[in-house]
């Protein structure tokens, strides 16, 4: 025995399709209201890597720095703290500096520059100098893992 063929009420298709609409809308501003309170301060933080950077080796890191001079450290994130990593001393689980690469308030194009002859830093922008040990400059921690990786 054939099925007869039903035809859809064009009133019940238009119900659906706005409830489908008010459901949407309704849960999207449940969503955008709720958000905040997923955080207990109310803001969401996005947090990538980690608060320390590990640059290596002590001996290879150590070994370019006699060579070259402090290794520079870019900030890829928001270009906001270039970092020095320097060496002083002959021990090397001590003596480790970092500091920031430039003086307080300036841009990158001043970034400091490694004077080798003078074992100093110059200021391109005023031509002033910073001595080795990044002395006036922000300075950070820096420590030797028991892996000999400095941090």
């Not at 020095?84 to 990158?108: C, E, I, N, V």
């Not at 820096?142 to 000999?148: G, I, K, L, M």
């Amino acid at each position: 025995m054939p099925v007869a063929e039903t035809k859809a009420n064009p009133r019940t298709i238009a119900l659906v399709a706005i409830s489908i609409v008010i459901v949407l809308v309704l849960g999207g501003a449940l969503f955008l209201i709720a958000l905040p309170s997923l955080n207990e301060s109310g803001k969401v933080e996005v947090k990538l890597g980690t608060d320390t950077f590990n640059a290596g080796n002590k001996e290879l890191r150590a070994d370019a720095i006699r060579q070259a001079g402090p290794i520079l450290l870019p900030d890829v994130a928001s270009g906001q703290r270039d970092v020095y990593l320097q060496h002083t001393g002959d021990s090397l689980d001590k003596g480790w500096l970092a500091f920031d690469a430039r003086k307080p308030g300036q841009g990158r194009a001043c970034t400091l520059r490694w004077q080798a002859d003078s074992a100093d830093f110059r200021d391109p922008c005023d031509g002033s100098t910073v001595p080795a040990d990044g002395t006036g400059l922000v300075q950070y921690p820096v420590s030797v893992t028991e892996t000999n990786d400095v941090v």
